[in-house]
């Protein structure tokens, strides 16, 4: 069944509900029971309760504890528990364009670390590649550092990189080649990083 403009209304039943395509919820709207969303379905304002049992509600609340959200586990992934992936976890990278270039982008390059856990930056001049901030224990991922078409430009990096031996290694400097950084942030002012040079056999 399909339900439209639903307003300072409640389900109370014990019954479920199956609500198919182009459901519109609109005010305060309480559903109790078991109940399904499949299509496209829009909750407007808030107030909008979603329980499996019923009750009465006072806070804005969507409570999705017990449903089976896709690319997880049944349940959801729970932050004190091992959770169990059943499909895989991907991240849209963050791109850094022209880093150093004329007007394109700082040569001091400080990156985010509560945005992503992949970085792609793409050269037009020498770079710093700052301490991150907000950096967190054990998050870890790769930087891509690809050069342009005029090559040599250089990467130099703040306190925080940590690399083997103890010294940054000299980067690949052929034009468009391309570097890959895989870091685990040891400590709040520690990553410990690891060079793969030359991905794409360029030099």
Excluded: C
Aim: hydrophobic share 35%; net charge neutral.
């Amino acid at each position: 069944m399909a339900l439209s403009k639903i307003a300072n209304n409640s389900i109370e039943t014990s019954d479920a509900f199956v609500f198919t395509a182009n459901t519109t919820t609109t005010g305060s709207v309480a559903f109790t029971g078991l109940s399904k969303f499949s299509g496209a379905n829009n909750f407007f304002t808030s107030n909008v309760t979603v329980s499996n049992t019923a009750g009465v509600y006072t806070l804005p609340v969507v409570n999705f504890t017990s449903a089976n959200v896709i690319g997880l586990p049944a349940g959801g992934a729970v932050p004190s528990q091992t959770t169990v992936f059943t499909a895989a976890q991907r991240y849209n990278k963050v791109s850094v364009i022209n880093a150093g270039g004329d007007g394109y982008g700082s040569q001091t390059v400080t990156l985010n670390f509560a945005n992503n856990n992949y970085f792609d930056i793409t050269l037009a001049n020498n770079i710093v590649l700052a301490n991150p901030t907000n950096i967190s224990n054990t998050q870890g991922g790769s930087i891509f550092l690809t050069q342009d078409s005029t090559g040599s430009r250089t990467v130099t990096f703040g306190s925080y990189w940590r690399f083997p031996g103890g010294s940054a290694p000299s980067l690949s400097t052929s034009g468009n080649s391309q570097d890959r950084l895989d870091y685990v942030v040891r400590a709040s002012n520690t990553i410990h990083t690891s060079v793969t040079l030359d991905l794409l056999g360029t030099s």
